[in-house]
C-alpha cells in the first residue's frame, strides 16, 4: 500500500522558516519525481515545487521561488521542502505528491492531474 506522510508544519510568524518532510513507502521513490502543492481556503490546490528522480532537476511556482527549497533522500525516501521568509498568503495545508515513474532522470512534473499518489497534507500557518 503506497503511503505518503507529511510533517513539520505549523504556526510561524512572517518572515519565519519552517522545513517540511514527507515520508514514501510501497513505491519505487528512486524512480519517482515527486512534489510539493498546497491549498488554502477557498481556493484549488497550486503547484509548489518538484524534483526529478535523480535530484538534478528542480522546478518552483514563481510566488515561492528563491524563497523555498525542494530536495531528496533517495535512501531514506524522503522528500523535504524547505520555506523561508515565510509570507501571510503561504498559509495553506501542503501536500506531498508522487506521480508516475519515469525513465528519464530529470523529468519533473508541474500539474496535478500528472500525480497518482497524494499525502493527508500538513498545515501550515503565517501569521502577520
Known amino acids: 500500500q503506497v503511503q505518503l506522510v507529511e510533517s513539520g508544519g505549523g504556526l510561524v510568524q512572517a518572515g519565519g522558516s519552517l522545513r517540511l518532510s514527507c515520508t514514501a513507502s510501497?513505491?519505487?521513490?528512486?524512480?519517482?519525481?515527486m512534489g510539493w502543492f498546497r491549498q488554502a481556503p477557498g481556493k484549488e490546490r497550486e503547484f509548489v515545487a518538484a524534483?526529478?528522480?535523480?535530484?538534478?532537476?528542480?522546478y518552483y511556482a514563481d510566488s515561492v521561488k528563491g524563497r523555498f527549497t525542494i530536495s531528496r533522500d533517495n535512501a531514506k525516501n524522503t522528500v523535504d521542502l524547505q520555506m523561508d521568509s515565510l509570507k501571510p498568503e503561504d498559509t495553506a495545508v501542503y501536500y506531498c505528491?508522487?506521480?508516475?515513474?519515469?525513465?528519464?532522470?530529470?523529468?519533473?512534473?508541474?500539474?496535478?492531474?500528472?500525480?497518482?499518489?497524494w499525502g493527508r497534507g500538513t498545515q501550515v500557518t503565517v501569521s502577520s
Open positions: 505528491a508522487a506521480p508516475p515513474p519515469t525513465t528519464n532522470r530529470d523529468q519533473i512534473f508541474t500539474a496535478k492531474n500528472e500525480y497518482d499518489y
Open positions: 510501497g513505491l519505487t521513490f528512486s524512480r519517482r519525481a
Open positions: 524534483i526529478s528522480w535523480s535530484g538534478g532537476s528542480t
